[in-house]
């Protein structure tokens, strides 16, 4: 079936650190792919998507490019705030096999916590 | 517009009572989607449905769960009898025609402790 592997957290960075959460993916069909973001005590909003293959999704300074060959789609930031602190979650959604219904499958989330 | 509308918020119950959570979608969504989140399983899809019409109900646990959606505005998730592993939040999102392609909106959630 489908699944959605993202890295383990918790991740701690300084301010206008670097930022990667590694997501990578198993899918029986060509899934589109969605970054969701989650503030304490919120529900979860879409941060970005890519619907095919090298398609690249970015909003608010955080970009991931939509990998078939490696299966993944890995978020990156260039320089991090405190604002940015959340859990991220990874997302597929596809057909199931053997069925015309949409899966939509999200990755465990991955806490970021950015320190002035 | 209000975004997804959840109630309540917070719901502390015994075990083996009834407990019902609501949801208004946002007006115009034609797919709603129930979800529950837990440390431990992290956030699984219970339901959806599409134009009112239940369309994969494969996430849900047991017998014990059911939801209904009686108009386009207003869906229902209850738990008769709750147990306390049931204890979660418990999200409800509506998204536009494309549905699964399409944004996801999510309502704050319910927080559900059963004592």
């Known amino acids: 079936g489908d699944s959605v592997t993202q890295m383990e957290g918790p991740v701690t960075l300084s301010e206008e650190a670097f930022l990667t959460i590694n997501c990578t993916y198993t899918?029986?069909?060509?899934?589109?792919l969605f970054w969701y973001v989650q503030y304490p005590g919120e529900g979860l909003q879409l941060l970005l998507k890519?619907?095919?293959?090298?398609d690249k999704g970015s909003n608010k300074g955080f970009e991931a490019t939509y990998r078939k060959e490696t299966t993944s789609f890995h978020l990156e930031k260039g320089s991090v705030q405190v604002s940015d602190s959340a859990v991220y979650f990874c997302?597929?959604?596809?057909?199931?096999?053997?069925?015309?219904?949409?899966?939509?499958?999200f990755g465990k989330g991955t806490l970021l916590t950015v320190n002035p | 517009d209000a975004g997804v509308i959840q109630s309540p918020r917070h719901e502390v119950t015994e075990m083996g009572q009834e407990v019902t959570l609501r949801c208004k979608p946002i007006?115009?969504?034609?797919?709603l989607f129930w979800y529950r989140q837990t440390m431990m399983r992290g956030l699984e899809l219970l339901i959806y449905?599409?134009?009112?019409?239940?369309?994969?109900d494969s996430g849900m646990p047991e017998d014990r769960f059911s939801a209904k959606m009686p108009n386009a505005s207003f869906s229902t998730l209850k738990i008769q009898p709750s147990e306390p592993r049931d204890s979660a939040v418990y999200f409800c999102?509506?998204?536009?025609?494309?549905?699964?392609?399409?944004?996801?909106?999510f309502g704050p959630g319910t927080r559900l402790t059963v004592t």
């Open positions: 999102a509506s998204s536009g025609v494309a549905g699964f392609t399409d944004e996801q909106y």
């Open positions: 899918a029986t069909g060509y899934p589109s």
């Open positions: 890519a619907t095919k293959a090298d």
């Open positions: 997302a597929l959604s596809d057909r199931g096999s053997g069925g015309s219904n949409y899966k939509l499958t």
């Open positions: 007006s115009g969504h034609d797919y």
């Open positions: 449905f599409n134009n009112n019409v239940p369309i994969d």
